[in-house]
């Protein structure tokens, strides 16, 4: 059977991981676990040479002991013993191997300090007590395996085979257990420092990570000590907002998280903790996690021309807007989920007022009127005047909606690729229904490079260069990455055109000369027959 082999450090130490190459990937998550003698759930990433990210799996590239990966903890339970329980039940440890460890440890300290530490005695007391469980457990429930028992009774998902549109029960339930799980973790100072700058890549962590992280854009902006927000509500609000995203490939969850980032990365590239009050940074990020709650893939045109529930309900003004806007305080209305419930009346009115004003500000409809109003007040801008501050909090937002090009192109194009079903998608039903087809959204017109020069050029640098005139350190943070984005996309609508060229030509030469009439021959008495072919 071949075989992969895969050189990484750990803690600096050298390690050597091999496996089948189809081997399950949970066995290699588990392989890498174990290399890091991590718990099981703690928080595992694997680093290329360029100290980029790469994915933990069965398509890992062969690499020698000169190109070492390096694996790294990055969330840990600090209050977990070294060698506790929560380290003995990671899947596919060895324990006989563990055992070996702890002889030659032993052996070194023997001859080190002159006596073995009681320490020492009680590690091996726990080795031979989970080996005693591992031999007589009649069920292997408190390993922590689930299985996906979802009955496919919802609604199905027009994106995935097999998948509802709305996460089931079970599914959500499985990733609430892994988040609560991990919820306690210590996230290493090196990841969140990461988390607040734009290249984050988000396609490398799990939905029950990114819930860790998001609470800790909530901690780290001190929301839960300023608010007074207890870590379970959190904890639950942050799990009804995932439930409430739906399994489609770009308004989802992980987008949620993409525009939380960036906005969590933005207040801290501008300091803005020093120019606005707690309350309007809570918006902003609170705005941001909420502002595409239930999207269904379909966008306000759609819901308009198909007359949808929401276009009836909202009166065809901005009804996904209002629809995130209502869902996100449906979840604030619960006691257990509301972060908001330890606040004053006014402070919340405020809050309320905030967030509206933000996910209604994404409605793309709103665009220039927005960024006019913004350029107008530049000049003037104020920090101390609310309404200059609402503006620019719109602003915020909606830079942060449709900040992917400002991403790495390996974290920004796959996002590319999403919308991209999403939009035909929709085009398809629209032509299906006979509905107004959207003209950015054609499969049978639009390329993947022309749809983003054209929205880079005429949305994307008029917006970012407005916000960066007020904040000039953007600039290489979010204008530069952008640039680069247009010329990329730039030589690949050129490329595309000179191979349609290309093709047109060779299909010319190709194509077979027309047949001519067929030369008449005289006939014996002077008249002509034609010469048959």
């Known amino acids: ?39 099981p759930h703690d928080i595992l990433k694997l ?64 001859t080190e300090a002159a006596e073995t530490p009681a320490i020492v005695y009680e590690m091996k007391r726990q080795v031979e007590s989970f080996r005693e469980k591992l031999e007589s457990v009649e069920h ?18 027009p994106f995935y085979h097999k998948r509802t549109l709305r996460k089931t029960r079970e599914e959500c339930e499985h990733v609430k257990e892994k988040f609560l799980q991990m919820s306690s973790l ?31 854009m909530y901690t780290d902006l001190d929301f839960i000590s300023t608010f007074n927000i207890e870590l379970d509500v959190l904890q639950q609000f942050l799990y009804e907002l995932y439930r409430r995203y739906n399994n489609i490939p770009f308004h989802n969850f992980k987008h949620c998280f993409c525009v939380t980032q960036m906005m969590y990365g933005l207040i801290w590239l501008t300091d803005l903790r020093s120019k606005m009050d707690s309350i309007d940074l809570l918006i902003m990020l609170t705005s941001a996690v909420c502002h595409d709650l239930d999207h269904t893939g379909y966008n306000n045109a759609y819901q308009i021309n198909a007359r949808t529930e929401l276009a009836l309900r909202y009166n065809d003004i901005s009804p996904l807007e209002n629809h995130h806007c209502a869902v996100a305080f449906e979840i604030l209305e619960k006691t ?33 009127e927005i960024l006019n109003k913004f350029k107008a007040l530049l000049p003037v801008f104020n920090f101390s005047n609310k309404d200059h501050r609402d503006v620019l909090m719109m602003i915020m937002i909606k830079v942060s909606d449709i900040s992917n090009e400002a991403r790495p192109m390996d974290v920004a194009e796959p996002w590319l690729d999403c919308l991209l079903q999403e939009f035909f998608n929709q085009s398809d039903m629209e032509k299906l229904e006979g509905l107004p087809v ?52 730039t030589e690949m609508e050129k490329a595309l055109e000179r191979e349609k060229q290309n093709w047109a030509q060779s299909e010319k030469m190709v194509k077979p000369s027309t047949l001519k009439e067929p030369e008449a021959r005289p006939e014996p008495g002077g008249t002509t027959k034609p010469v048959s072919l």
């Open 1 to 39: 059977m071949a075989t992969k082999i895969i050189y990484f450090t750990v803690n600096g130490r050298p390690e050597q991981a091999e496996f089948p190459v189809d081997c399950p990937s949970q066995d290699v998550k588990d392989l890498f676990r174990a290399a890091a003698e991590a718990g």
């Open 140 to 157: 292997l429930s408190w390993l922590g395996l689930y299985k996906d028992m979802s009955d496919g009774t919802h609604k199905p998902s």
């Open 438 to 489: 959207t003209p950015f959204m054609d499969r049978d017109k639009v390329t993947k490079p022309s749809s983003q020069t054209g929205f880079i050029r005429f949305v994307l640098f008029p917006l970012f260069t407005e916000l960066a005139n007020l904040f000039p350190c953007l600039e290489q943070h979010i204008i530069d990455p952008v640039r680069k984005a247009l010329d990329y996309y």
């Open 336 to 368: 257990e989920s509301n972060i908001f419930r330890n606040l004053s009346t006014e402070q919340f009115k405020r809050i309320r007022e905030g967030i509206i004003k933000c996910i209604l500000a994404t409605d793309m409809t709103r665009h220039t």
């Open 47 to 110: 680093y290329n040479t360029k100290g980029n990210i790469i994915n933990i799996s069965p398509q890992l590239a062969p690499n020698s002991p000169h190109s070492c990966y390096k694996l790294e903890v990055v969330a840990a339970d600090c209050n977990s013993e070294l060698l506790g329980s929560d380290l003995i039940i990671a899947l596919g440890f060895d324990l006989s191997s563990m055992e070996k460890r702890l002889q030659s440890l032993e052996k070194r300290i023997l």
């Open 186 to 216: 210590e996230v290493s100072l090196e990841v969140r420092q990461y988390l607040k700058t734009p290249t984050f890549d988000n396609w490398q962590w799990e939905d029950a990570e990114i819930m860790v992280l998001l609470q800790v």
